[in-house]
């Protein structure tokens, strides 16, 4: 019998798992989570950047800002205080010559401040400095600051104007300095100086200047000035002040220090008290007698907003404080007295005139010059100031409200 193997064909078997309809919920909810959790972590990210990240970074700035800033320290203008002796002369300090001797010891502290600004009409070669220059005239310099590795020094307006080239000489070293901005109002001029190019012995030699309250003298205290007089160069003397009156400036009062130095033509210097502060910045003036100086503490803000190179605000008027004692001896009211309008300044074109006497600026009283500076110098141009005056009219004073326009001067 013949066998044959019988081949049995057996089909692949394939389970398809098919999943239950809870577990497709599950993934499903577990991909919408997901999603959510990118789409609001993408959410995250913008806001972030937009707004979590600008403010950050807008504290950062300003804060480095305010680091980069200088600002000095407001004096407050007082009330006139005559202290009178029994003969009826201003009091001063018995012991002259230990004062004098006190202020001996801060002469080289005062000189570290002050240095000597050299201007030229032509193109000066910083290799062959000393041979390639002409027509060079040389004032004082006061360093008032020190910002971003830079010296900051006033001077006078006059030697920067119309001037090729400008340099510092500190020692008998020079250094090239960088014109920042003048005033004409108060005829100061702000340079600065890279402290990198100067030598090591040269910085430690100088010092920044340290700006007090002028506001606080009084006739017959001893002084120091300090700068170019007498027509020398770093020249240094010790005198009184023998009288102090005001000047009005477009929008300032300044107090005037008259001494009992000499001046010359083209004198140019700074005043220090006993303590070796500034107190004072020279007033020119070619028929002047003696020397001169424009109280600190009404430029204080001027010299603030010209270093950060701020603009100063324009209100265009001149003016003078009537106190008590003006307000009686002259039958006036306490406050600021107009004595002129600028044509076509903000005040001017609000409707402000002389003899207008400002009481109140936006609701807050303001009887002084320096008082109302201060407030300008808070405000932006083109911001609306509210001004109230008194204005003598047929039956007596009455009160006018101005909005004034300030603007850049």
């Known amino acids: 019998m013949e066998h044959k193997d019988t081949e049995q064909k057996y089909d692949l078997y394939t389970e398809k798992i098919v999943l239950s309809p809870k577990v497709k919920y599950k993934n499903l909810i577990r991909t919408i989570k997901i999603l959510i959790l990118i789409i609001i972590a993408g959410v995250v990210y913008i806001a972030a950047d937009k707004?979590?990240?600008?403010?950050?970074?807008?504290?950062?700035?300003?804060?480095?800002?305010?680091?980069?800033?200088i600002e000095f320290t407001r004096d407050e203008y007082p009330e006139p205080v005559v202290v009178e002796d029994e003969e009826g002369q201003p009091q001063i300090k018995k012991d002259?010559?230990?004062?004098?001797?006190?202020?001996?010891?801060?002469v080289d502290d005062v000189q570290k401040s002050v240095v000597i600004i050299q201007e030229s009409t032509e193109g000066l070669n910083y290799e062959n400095y000393i041979e390639n220059r002409e027509n060079v005239t040389s004032t004082a310099g006061l360093i008032v600051a020190y910002v971003n590795s830079r010296y900051i020094i006033l001077t006078s307006k006059k030697y920067t104007d119309n001037t090729a080239d400008i340099s510092v000489k500190v020692n008998d070293n020079e250094y090239k300095a960088v014109y920042v901005c003048s005033d004409s109002n108060t005829g100061i001029s702000i340079i600065s100086v890279d402290a990198e190019q100067m030598s090591e012995d040269d910085r430690t030699s100088i010092e920044v200047s340290v700006l007090s309250n002028s506001y606080i003298?009084?006739?017959g205290e001893l002084v120091i000035a300090a700068g170019n007089i007498y027509?020398?160069?770093?020249?240094?003397?010790?005198?009184?002040?023998?009288?102090?009156?005001?000047?009005?400036?477009?929008?300032?009062?300044?107090?005037?220090?008259?001494?009992?130095?000499?001046?010359?033509?083209?004198?140019?210097?700074?005043?220090?008290n006993s303590d070796g502060n500034v107190v004072g910045i020279s007033v020119h003036s070619n028929k002047d007698v003696k020397l001169k100086f424009m109280g600190i503490s009404d430029l204080k803000g001027t010299i603030e907003n010209m270093i950060n190179r701020q603009e100063i605000m324009?209100?265009?008027i001149k003016a003078e404080n009537v106190d008590n004692e003006l307000a009686d001896k002259y039958s006036l009211t306490t406050g600021i007295y107009i004595l002129a309008v600028e044509q076509e300044s903000p005040a001017y074109q609000a409707g402000l005139q002389t003899g207008d006497v400002i009481v109140e600026v936006n609701g807050e009283e303001c009887l002084t010059m320096q008082k109302l500076n201060e407030k300008l110098y808070r405000c932006q141009s083109g911001q609306s100031v509210n001004v109230l005056v008194k204005r003598l009219g047929k039956s007596g004073y009455f009160e006018v409200s101005y909005d004034v326009n300030v603007e850049y001067r």
């Open 314 to 316: 324009y209100f265009g």
């Open 231 to 272: 027509g020398t160069d770093g020249a240094v003397d010790y005198g009184t002040i023998t009288n102090i009156s005001s000047y009005s400036l477009i929008d300032n009062n300044v107090d005037i220090f008259e001494t009992n130095l000499t001046a010359k033509d083209e004198d140019y210097a700074f005043l220090f």
């Open 217 to 219: 003298l009084n006739k």
């Open 96 to 106: 002259y010559d230990t004062l004098m001797q006190s202020l001996r010891t801060k």
């Open 51 to 69: 707004l979590i990240v600008p403010s950050v970074k807008a504290k950062f700035d300003k804060k480095k800002a305010e680091q980069d800033r």
